[in-house]
């Protein structure tokens, strides 16, 4: 990270064709370091060694934004091969994830629709007909991030309307330039619409016709697959975020210390004191939770209500960790000459993708709820 990837930090921002060919220069010195895809394991062509090992991973590389893809395991490309390594038959693995984890291509997830809410899937539209031996897909969906230039979706349509609501949708991979296919364009996302990996897309799909052997799973199991790749995508997130909090937490302690204003430096005045001293508590807090939670997916227990506990939490701290240090560095803290205005961008966002806070309190409380009904109470250790 110090000696490639933060060097590289401003050029990478600019997103031209110099950029891209930045980052392939830096993915075959990652690749080159025995570090590629830590989110995988090597049987599947990764370097990983488990959820701990990746969280410990992911406190340096989550300080950037760019070390993902320069390292291998970018969002949405790391979910969608872990749902591939863990459901994917043998022919979809050879044709999808051996070269998304590879870096040969890039993928999108779609799912999200403009036209009904996101945190309630059950209201999705985008429906697939079975014709004969082949799926006939049409709908429309959006935020499908990375779709710009992507070599394939994962996309989640309705197929059987009368199920029950949890067994209507299944799971399509969809190779992006199968007929009918249309990325619309990027969405301008708080002013920003990106290129390639970092867009946010509108995708329609008409009239699409893939094989029937392009179900992921089995009919019916979209819900299941989509709890198993946005379970740990959440915590991939919060991983990454643990770097981001601690590089705004870093920057925020050393420009209190040198900025000198009414009498001395800012670093002794009481409300910066106590932005810091408060950052710290959260940081720690985050990175303990979020330890623990890994150590339990690790141990192959559940852990939904941990993961989103550990989701609402962090993306609170995270967006205020980066705005005390805002604050701290005043009117430069909003220009490009700290990475501190781009890091409040993207973290905004992180209140809603993936389940806004909203939805992970319910879950938290419902469970907790429930197991006091039952008799059980909760166990904190």
Not at 199 to 220: I, N, S, Y
Request: hydrophobic share 40%; with cysteine.
């Amino acid at each position: 990270m110090e000696e490639h990837v933060y060097p590289a930090e401003r050029a990478l921002d600019r997103e031209d064709d110099d950029a891209l060919d930045l980052v392939q220069g830096l993915q075959r010195r990652a690749r080159d370091a025995g570090l590629w895809a830590p989110h995988m394991p090597p049987e599947a062509g990764g370097t990983g060694e488990g959820f701990l090992y990746y969280a410990c991973v992911n406190e340096e590389i989550g300080r950037c934004a760019w070390a993902q893809l320069v390292f291998g395991c970018q969002a949405p490309d790391a979910g969608n091969a872990e749902i591939l390594h863990l459901f994917g038959t043998r022919e979809q693995q050879d044709r999808f994830l051996r070269p998304l984890v590879a870096g040969e291509t890039r993928s999108f997830f779609a799912m999200t629709e403009p036209d009904v809410s996101g945190s309630d899937p059950t209201l999705l539209q985008t429906k697939a007909v079975r014709d004969d031996s082949s799926w006939v897909l049409d709908g429309h969906k959006w935020f499908s991030s990375g779709a710009d230039g992507a070599g394939f979706a994962i996309v989640f349509a309705i197929t059987d309307p009368d199920a029950e609501p949890h067994r209507r949708g299944t799971m399509l991979l969809v190779p992006a330039d199968t007929p009918g296919v249309e990325v619309v364009k990027p969405i301008n996302v708080m002013g920003h619409a990106g290129r390639g990996w970092n867009t946010h897309c509108e995708v329609r799909f008409t009239g699409v016709r893939v094989p029937l052997d392009a179900t992921l799973g089995e009919p019916g199991d979209a819900f299941l697959l989509a709890q198993k790749r946005l379970g740990p995508g959440r915590i991939h997130h919060v991983m990454r975020w643990l770097g981001q909090m601690q590089r705004a937490f870093e920057l925020m302690c050393a420009y209190a210390n040198e900025r000198v204003a009414f009498g001395g430096p800012l670093g002794e005045k009481q409300t910066v004191q106590n932005w810091i001293a408060d950052s710290a508590a959260e940081i720690q807090a985050c990175r303990l939770l979020t330890m623990a939670a890994a150590q339990k997916i690790d141990e192959g227990s559940e852990a939904r209500v941990e993961v989103s506990l550990l989701k609402f939490y962090a993306a609170k701290a995270l967006n205020d960790v980066i705005d005390r240090a805002i604050q701290v560095h005043g009117a430069r803290g909003l220009t490009d000459e700290t990475p501190l205005a781009r890091m409040a961008l993207q973290a905004r966002a992180g209140r809603i993708y993936d389940g806004p806070d909203e939805v992970h309190r319910m879950v938290v409380a419902r469970r907790i709820l429930k197991s006091f009904a039952a008799g059980d109470g909760w166990s904190f250790s």
